[in-house]
C-alpha cells in the first residue's frame, strides 16, 4: 500500500525567507509525484508534478521540487516567500501508469508567512 | 475554458438524511474523482468515474455512492448520513491517466446535525 507523510503540520515563517516543505513517501510500485496548494475555502491547485526524467522539477508561484528516489522524498521549495503563499500544501501520490483517480494525499502542511 | 463547478457549496443536513452533490467537469474531460477532506482524516479518496463507469473505488462504506452521466457531469450520494459524514466534499476532472493534472472543484461543505 502507498502512502505519504508530510513530516511538519504547521510550519510558520517570516516574509522574504526560504521554506522548504517535507514530504516522504512510501510505495512498492513506481509513483508519480505531485504538489498540490489549497487557499482557504478553495478546492486545490497543482502547484507541480514529477512523472519522470529531471529530478527537479519547477511550478508556478517561485515553488520547486526535488525528487529523491533513494531517500523516497519530493521536498517543496521556495527561495522566498510571499505573504500570499499563506496556505495549506498537500503532497499526493499515484501509481506510475495507472488509471486517473486514487491520488494518496499526505495530512498536509500549513505555511503561515508573518510581514 | 469554464473550471469544475460543484452545487452546492453548502449544506445542511441532519441525522438520517440522504444528500445528493454535483460536479460538473471541464469540458472535454472524461473522469471525475470524488474526495472527502476532513480535519482528521485529510484527504481521502472516495471513487473515480470514467466513462460513466466506476474505476476506482475507496475505502467508504456502501452509503457513499456516485454516478456519471453521459455528459460526463457525477453526482455523489450519501444516504443514511452520520455526524462523521460532515466533511468538506471534493471533486476533480482530468483527462484520466494518472500523469494528468486533476483540477479540482471548491467543494461542497456538508453539515451534518
Known amino acids: 500500500a502507498q502512502s505519504v507523510t508530510q513530516l511538519d503540520s504547521q510550519v510558520p515563517v517570516f516574509e522574504e525567507a526560504p521554506v522548504e516543505l517535507r514530504c516522504n513517501y512510501s510505495?512498492?510500485?513506481?509513483?508519480?509525484l505531485f504538489w498540490y496548494v489549497q487557499y482557504p475555502n478553495q478546492g486545490l491547485q497543482l502547484l507541480l508534478k514529477?512523472?519522470?526524467?529531471?529530478?527537479l522539477v519547477k511550478g508556478i508561484n517561485g515553488f520547486e521540487a526535488e525528487f529523491n528516489k533513494s531517500q523516497t522524498s519530493f521536498h517543496l521549495r521556495k527561495p522566498s516567500v510571499h505573504i500570499s503563499d499563506t496556505a495549506e500544501y498537500f503532497c499526493a501520490v499515484a501509481n506510475y501508469g495507472g488509471s486517473q483517480g486514487n491520488l494518496i494525499f499526505g495530512k498536509g502542511t500549513k505555511l503561515s508567512v508573518k510581514p | 475554458k469554464a473550471g469544475v463547478t460543484q452545487t452546492p457549496r453548502y449544506l445542511i443536513k441532519t441525522r438520517g438524511q440522504q444528500v445528493t452533490l454535483s460536479c460538473s467537469p471541464i469540458?472535454?474531460?472524461?473522469?471525475v474523482s470524488w474526495y472527502q477532506q476532513t480535519p482528521g482524516q485529510g484527504l481521502q479518496f472516495l471513487f473515480e468515474y470514467f466513462s460513466e463507469t466506476q474505476r476506482n473505488k475507496g475505502n467508504f462504506p456502501g452509503r457513499f455512492s456516485g454516478r456519471q452521466f453521459s455528459n460526463s457531469r457525477s453526482e455523489m450520494n450519501v444516504s443514511t448520513l452520520e455526524l462523521g459524514d460532515s466533511a468538506l466534499y471534493l471533486c476533480?476532472?482530468?483527462?484520466?491517466?494518472?500523469?494528468?493534472?486533476?483540477?479540482f472543484g471548491p467543494g461542497t461543505r456538508l453539515l451534518v446535525l
Open positions: 476533480a476532472s482530468s483527462i484520466g491517466t494518472a500523469a494528468e493534472t486533476q483540477y
Open positions: 469540458s472535454g474531460h472524461r473522469s
Open positions: 510505495s512498492s510500485v513506481s509513483v508519480y
Open positions: 514529477y512523472l519522470s526524467g529531471s529530478t
